[in-house]
Structure formats: structure tokens, C-alpha cells
């Protein structure tokens, strides 16, 4: 997708699959009318992933997908998918994460490093609060250094 100068495409991670009923809080009849996007075991398909967007000599990846840990056989494929759209992981400047869910981070850290080491991390400071502030436990993901991190961005709005 093409606005103005900027440039937006979607980068996969994979696709995981779910019960539909559990991830939309609704009953197997509720689902009736859109049984089309059921396969046979009543299950949904969600795509996972982020968006690449390229302005000037900035490029940005919002949401970093699932990560490579959640279904070895389904997810795990956006750094690849990232360089085949020729893209290596150091060029990017900016990461935006629009929440901290475990599906739009799960490249953004191996727990310990940055995998995109030159990109600031950016996302909301209330998610980042609830997330990562001082209830948290400094064992879990991230690290308390990676958390740390200077290049982590986190604004008001």
C-alpha cells in the first residue's frame, strides 16, 4: 500500500489455530453464520505478524509477531519473510509495538538482546507500565537490562 511517500506491507509470522469459540467469547451457534472461515474441526485460523512501513530512510516495523517459540510448525517465519522482502533486521530504525501482547512482540527480544539492535523501540507508557513495571518479576521476558534499554522509546500517547 502506497501513501504519499510511505510504503506499507504486511510481513508473516505464520498462522496459529484456535478454537473460535475461545478466542471471541462466543458459542459454537454463534458461529453458524460464519462457519465459512471454520475448518472442519471448528477451527479458526489467525494470521500472525507486523507491517513494514518504509518513509525517506526510515523503516518501521509495527508489531513483531509471535516469535519463533509459539508453533515451531506454523509461526516463526517473519525474520525470514522481513529479508526475502529485502529487509535485514540491523536496517531497521524504528520498532512500534501497539501493545504488548505476547503476539505483536515475540520478535522484538530473545529475552536477553535486541534482535533489531539499531531500531528504537517505541510503544505506549501506560502498556509499558502495566507490563513491565515494578510488579513484575525480573526473572520473565525481557531482561531487566533489555528493559532498560536507552534506545526504548515509550511516550504518553
Not at 29 to 53: P, Y
Request: aromatic content about 8%; some cysteine; glycine content about 8%.
Amino acid at each position: 500500500m502506497q501513501i504519499g511517500d510511505m510504503t506499507i506491507e504486511g510481513v508473516s509470522d505464520g498462522s496459529l489455530l484456535a478454537p473460535a469459540t475461545a478466542m471471541f467469547n462466543k458459542t459454537d451457534q454463534d458461529w453458524l453464520q460464519h462457519s465459512q472461515f471454520l475448518d472442519k474441526d471448528g477451527m479458526l485460523t489467525f494470521e500472525m505478524g507486523g507491517f513494514l512501513v518504509r518513509n525517506g530512510d526510515r523503516i518501521a516495523l509495527v508489531d513483531t509477531g509471535i516469535g519463533p517459540h509459539a508453533d515451531a510448525t506454523r509461526t516463526g517465519t517473519l525474520m525470514i519473510n522481513l529479508i526475502a522482502m529485502g529487509i535485514h533486521p540491523s536496517e531497521v530504525t524504528d520498532i512500534v509495538l501497539t501493545h504488548l501482547h505476547f503476539d505483536h512482540l515475540g520478535w522484538a527480544t530473545d529475552g536477553e538482546r535486541r534482535l533489531f539492535e539499531n531500531a528504537t523501540y517505541r510503544c505506549h507508557e501506560a502498556d509499558w507500565s502495566s507490563s513491565w513495571g515494578p510488579r513484575r518479576s525480573t526473572t520473565a521476558w525481557p531482561s531487566p537490562s533489555w528493559a532498560a534499554d536507552p534506545r526504548r522509546s515509550c511516550s504518553p500517547q
